[in-house]
């Protein structure tokens, strides 16, 4: 096995110190449980994952589940707490989970956007037009 030196902020080291007390463990086999852990797990590249979605077809869906797509909303908690983040990404005041926590959200704002775009493309293909609601508001 290799052996590293890291410095870690002093917030990421309590935390892992926090959790690897709760699992009963040393800090120090802990933080090599997780990074092996999220070394081995395949994650799905953005890039993939947006092709993914740009290959749904969506023009077999009921009307009700195009428009549920259409017209969903993000919570207003998960707004408010995009704004925060935003705000701290802006001031450059992010801690490294918040920094995670922004990239989770911005890539599940997106992916929600391409299904919304996704949704609207199967409703005019299938009605030759957008549903009235946003018809109106162009």
Known sequence: MTQIVLELPDEVWERARRKAAEADRSPEDYLVQRIAGDLMTPVPSSEESRLELEALDLSAFADEHLRALIFT??????????????RGNTEGTLTTEERAEFDRLLRAVQASTLLKAQALAAWKQKHGELPEEIARAL
Do not use: W
Request: aromatic share 0%; proline share 7%; no cysteine.
């Open 73 to 86: 909303m993000l919570p207003s908690r998960v707004q408010t707490r995009l704004s925060e983040l935003q």
